[in-house]
């Protein structure tokens, strides 16, 4: 089974910073699809950016940025010029390819982000 | 357009009793998935439906159960209530024409089992 492995509980940021949140994962397959959800305090799931496994290319979405490292299955997010708004929790997630038939996500356990005026 | 819409945002029951969550998708989705929401357990896959047909299931006991309607809104149903099922119960849509699958999340139903 897959696992998604996120190993920063909490972290802060000061406004303007750059933050890096940590995501590891387990899969034996070669077609995946990743994900970093943001979930702030009025708890509706956003997505911030994707990845999909057989790009190589870092995917990158205004301030915020993947370092994915396929080998070594890990896949960092990078916030630049950090902002009061994106303090919330952040969730790396892990979907199969699409002949995998479904939609289905495997969440970590979320990383809560503070960011200090 | 709207988004993904839930009801009820939030509700108490007690051990015993019974429960439905109604989901209501963005219009043209047509695949719905449900997911639970803890502290402990972070968040767990319940059930994905596409054109009224589980398509996918998670590793959750038969007390939880759902369905999809020919409108795609569904509805998840959880009977014989634990203690252990309070949780923010998530519901996602996505349209199904692209193969990244991003859901689209609504804000939740908030379950408190007393």
């Known amino acids: 089974a897959q696992t998604v492995t996120q190993s920063q509980p909490e972290m802060s940021v000061q406004e303007a910073e750059t933050v890096t949140l940590s995501c590891t994962y387990d899969?034996?397959?070669?077609?995946?699809?990743l994900f970093w959800y943001k979930q702030p305090p009025s708890r509706q799931m956003i997505l911030v950016i994707r990845q999909e496994a057989y790009k190589q290319q870092n995917a990158t979405e205004n301030r915020f940025s993947v370092n994915f490292q396929k080998a070594a299955k890990s896949f960092s997010l990078k916030i630049s010029d950090s902002q009061l708004g994106d303090a919330a929790m952040y969730f790396c997630?892990?979907?199969?390819?699409?002949?995998?038939?479904?939609?289905?996500?495997?969440f970590g356990k979320g990383t809560k982000l503070s960011v200090i005026p | 357009k709207a988004g993904v819409t839930q009801t009820p945002r939030y509700l108490i029951k007690t051990r015993g009793q019974q429960v439905t969550l109604s989901c209501s998708p963005i219009s043209g989705h047509r695949s719905v998935s449900w997911y639970q929401q803890t502290p402990g357990q972070g968040l767990q896959f319940l059930f994905e439906y596409f054109s009224e047909t589980q398509r996918n299931k998670g590793n959750f006991p038969g007390r939880f159960s759902g369905r999809q309607f020919s409108n795609s809104r569904s509805e998840m149903n959880v009977s014989t209530l634990e203690l252990g099922d309070s949780a923010l119960y998530l519901c996602a849509s996505t349209p199904q024409l692209t193969n990244t699958g991003e859901l689209f999340f609504g804000e939740g139903s908030r379950l408190t089992v007393l």
């Open positions: 997630a892990y979907r199969e390819g699409s002949g995998a038939g479904s939609y289905q996500l495997t």
């Open positions: 899969t034996s397959e070669s077609d995946y699809y």
